[in-house]
């Protein structure tokens, strides 16, 4: 019996009417109770799409910020840099005068050192020379004091020995007269 109605063919229906309408009322009933589910799921549907939507312009707004933050850092880092390049040359420019002023001190009190090492050195000098001279001459003075005194003495024992040499030949003299006189 399919075979001649086709695939696609209605069935026969075998209700009556009373089955019909009482079928047709349940299926009203569930329709009114699937009412306010479909009401809540038409509701969530466009509360989904307002935060969607919402998320979207969030993130709109998220993107302005952070593109914001991005060119605020850029210019706080260039303003950072410019101002330490400048602290840095200010720097430099206060130091290098006294860096210059410092070795300039430095040169002038080598220079006064090594002229007070000279000058130094030259009385040092002078006054050796002066103790030498002096010493010399007390060396000279006493040498002269000692040969003095040497040729002094030496005059003195050549006189003792010449008179002790007079004398012993007198008495030596005496006793070969003595002698002679004795032979005699």
């Given amino acids: 019996a399919e075979a001649e109605r086709g695939p696609m063919a209605p069935k026969p229906v075998y209700a009556t009417d ?3 309408k009482a079928e047709a009322a349940k299926l009203d009933d569930k329709i009114e109770a699937l009412k306010p589910l479909l009401a809540t799921k038409a509701e969530v549907a ?3 799409e307002k935060a969607e939507e919402q998320a979207r312009l969030l993130k709109e707004e998220a993107d ?3 593109q914001a933050a991005h060119d605020h850092t850029q210019q706080v880092n260039e303003s950072a840099r410019e101002r330490t390049d400048s602290a840095a040359q200010a720097v430099l420019d206060e130091v290098k005068p006294l860096i210059s002023k410092l070795g300039t001190n430095t040169r002038l009190t080598t ?3 090594d002229d007070r090492i000279t000058e130094t050195d030259k009385a040092i000098r002078k006054d050796f020379q002066a103790d030498m001279h002096a ?3 007390k060396v000279d003075a006493q040498f002269a004091a000692l040969k003095a005194e040497l040729t002094e003495l030496i005059e003195l024992r050549a006189t003792q020995a010449a008179e002790n040499l007079a ?3 007198r008495e030596v003299d005496a006793s070969i007269e003595a002698r002679r006189a004795e032979a005699a």
């Fill in 135 to 137: 010493i010399c001459e």
């Fill in 64 to 66: 302005k910020i952070a």
């Fill in 167 to 169: 004398t012993s030949r």
């Fill in 18 to 20: 009373d089955e019909l």
């Fill in 111 to 113: 220079d006064a050192l």
């Fill in 46 to 48: 466009e509360a989904i």
